[in-house]
């Protein structure tokens, strides 16, 4: 009896023993998933220091790099609604999104002013058109013609002539002509060309008092500025004639005055409705800074492609009007 008592005593004990060793060890804390792993790896812009912009960008740029393995556990078709959602996105919800971040900076890209032409030229004081540094070349002629606004399908051809050597004149108009018409002078300008002051009414001058002269001169740039937004910066007296009076009030009203070193003759008798003659002045006449006298003439629109082809052929160039500095020297 005792022997049996003992024999089930020793197998109790071997059974505790066997169970004690076959019960797992807990793992270690340390080696565990973080809570909110997943969370982490879709880290908010503010949390990881991205800025507004950047995430503009980052929605507008295409991506050069695969999403990470953690922002595809979802489904393949969770992420492609997520990208179309990204490529389509609402422009409204987006400056929405960024808190007027995204707005802002359309304006300030596209609301830049363009740069002030480089003054590369003055104008001496016989009227020629001098290089200021040593980069400009000094084989260029200035364009100018008088006497404007007048017909627009004139008009019109002059300009697709310069457009077409790619070049810039002066057109020098009259206050009367202007308020007769407006929209050529705005055409003129939108076609980014130069206008000048001409006087109002294209009298001499030279013979007016302070007074009038003055006002001939002051009216023309109220109504050129109310017309395209912007004053001219050059003024040519009507027949070449002004004197110290007529010096002073275009300097008090910030133009360079100018006659000119080239004259056409177009508006003179000899060369009327005869466009060869018209290149045939120019040409005689012709010399580095060349400040040419024109007019809108039909002879002259009609003389116009071939005289820029032959200067071109001399190796002139021609001169941007805004890059002539405002003082003579």
């Not at 790619?166 to 057109?171: C, E, G, P, V, Y």
Request: hydrophobic letters at 30%; aromatic letters at 4%; charged letters at 30%.
């Amino acid at each position: 009896m005792v022997k049996q008592t003992a024999v089930l005593l020793l197998a109790a004990c071997l059974t505790l023993t066997a169970c004690s060793q076959s019960e797992p060890v807990p793992e270690s804390t340390e080696t565990s998933s973080q809570p909110g792993q997943q969370e982490d790896s879709g880290t908010s812009n503010e949390a990881s220091g991205q800025s507004p912009e950047d995430t503009m960008k980052d929605q507008t740029e295409t991506p050069t790099e695969a999403p990470s393995t953690g922002d595809r556990q979802d489904s393949q078709a969770s992420s492609e609604e997520s990208e179309a959602s990204n490529d389509s996105q609402d422009p409204a919800t987006e400056v929405e999104d960024h808190q007027g971040e995204a707005e802002p900076r359309k304006n300030t890209d596209q609301g830049e002013q363009p740069e002030a032409a480089v003054m590369r030229y003055h104008m001496n004081k016989v009227y020629n058109i001098v290089p200021s540094e040593e980069s400009a070349p000094e084989k260029v002629v200035l364009l100018t013609f008088d006497d404007g606004p007048k017909e627009e399908e004139m008009l019109l051809q002059l300009l697709d002539t310069l457009d077409k050597h790619d070049a810039k004149a002066i057109f020098f108009v009259n206050g009367y002509r202007v308020e007769e018409n407006p929209e050529l002078l705005k055409l003129i300008h939108d076609r980014g060309q130069t206008i000048g002051n001409h006087s109002w009414d294209h009298i001499d001058l030279k013979k007016e008092n302070s007074a009038s002269v003055k006002q001939q001169i002051e009216d023309v740039q109220q109504i050129v500025e109310q017309e395209i937004g912007v004053k001219p910066r050059f003024f040519r007296p009507p027949f070449g004639s002004g004197g110290d009076t007529v010096k002073q009030t275009a300097k008090e009203n910030d133009l360079l005055f100018m006659t000119w070193s080239n004259g056409s003759l177009d508006w003179d008798a000899s060369t009327r409705n005869k466009p060869e003659a018209v290149i045939r002045n120019v040409m005689e006449q012709l010399h580095p800074g060349s400040n040419i006298l024109m007019h809108e003439l039909p002879w002259t629109v009609d003389a116009l492609d071939e005289l820029l082809t032959q200067l071109k052929s001399k190796g002139y160039g021609f001169v941007n009007p805004e890059e002539i500095e405002p003082e003579m020297k």
